[in-house]
């Protein structure tokens, strides 16, 4: 029977981050069993380590309650951690992550080459449609994309904080454009600085109403950022997420001259049996 261990990423308070599921001893596990082992965790991903390759190596895959994701940065995360410090190197359905964790249980990943592309027509009236947003709600110094660094978010900038905070959005309808486009979670940011942003994730194609942290799609946040340029090509952007669910999270997105990849990093904390 699969062990299934429970972190918390992107915080160092068992209250805080979003919760993950861990399953290290996959290697029997079909999809049907993996996919049935993440609804009944119930977090918004469980990671699954289906092959181990030796040197640090492992083949990992990531399932919501409700379908198999590409690529999932908080899990990866917590999965880091509980293998413990060193380097590790993910291959995902998105590509190889490498992921390197210190001693006091921070992990830092680098995200498989990010792009970024227009919404296709008529996507961003749908989708601000069912958002429950207005045009003049978007900052327009941040113009809408999708980005993509192992899996599609659409990043929209709220022009307001109070824009952000007041997220009540259409559940079905936003889930049914989701999967119309292929797209996992969508990344609303408020700038809240040079290098600061607070950020929001819808998730309905998984089955959960919001993310407290979100990996993945702040990898292709800082795609975005430097592809636009945002920020630099060496930048270090701070995100604040969870705090409007009451579960704290803190990521950090680095870039570097010359590396296509996004890195993020954070903490990760066992949760309570």
């Known amino acids: 029977m699969a062990t299934i261990e429970r972190y918390a990423a992107f915080t160092d308070d068992p209250a805080g981050g979003n919760p993950a599921g861990v ?15 993440a609804a009944e965790v119930g977090y918004s991903e469980t990671a699954f380590l289906t092959e181990h390759r030796g040197d640090g190596r492992y083949r990992v895959r990531f399932f919501s309650p409700l379908a198999e994701v590409p690529f999932c940065g908080h899990a990866t995360v917590a999965t880091a951690v509980a293998l413990g410090p060193g380097e590790h190197v ?32 008529g996507d961003l009236e749908a989708l601000l449609d069912v958002l429950r947003w207005r045009p003049d709600d978007l900052d327009p110094e941040l113009p809408p994309r999708v980005a ?82 945002i920020v630099g090509d060496d930048a270090v952007v701070h995100l604040r997420q969870g705090d ?28 309570p049996a």
């Open 244 to 271: 409007d669910l009451g579960r704290p999270s803190r990521l950090t997105v680095r870039l570097l001259p010359g590396e296509a990849g996004v890195r993020v990093s954070g903490k990760a904390v066992p949760l």
């Open 23 to 37: 399953v290290r001893d996959a290697q029997g596990l079909d999809d049907a069993g993996m996919l049935k082992i």
């Open 90 to 121: 993910f291959t995902t359905n998105a590509g190889d992550v490498p992921v390197t964790v210190d001693t006091a249980g921070w992990a830092m990943l680098t995200s498989v080459a990010p792009s970024v592309a227009d919404l296709a027509p």
């Open 148 to 229: 993509y660094a192992g899996a599609h978010h659409p990043v929209l900038a709220a022009a307001s904080r109070q824009r952000l905070a007041d997220l009540d959005y259409d559940f079905d309808g936003l889930k049914a454009l989701m999967e119309a486009r292929g797209w996992t979670t969508i990344q609303l940011v408020f700038r809240t600085g040079a290098d600061s942003f607070d950020v929001r994730n819808p998730f309905p194609v998984g089955g959960v109403v919001e993310d407290p942290a979100t990996g993945a799609a702040a990898a292709a946040l800082g795609g975005y950022l430097r592809a636009l340029r």
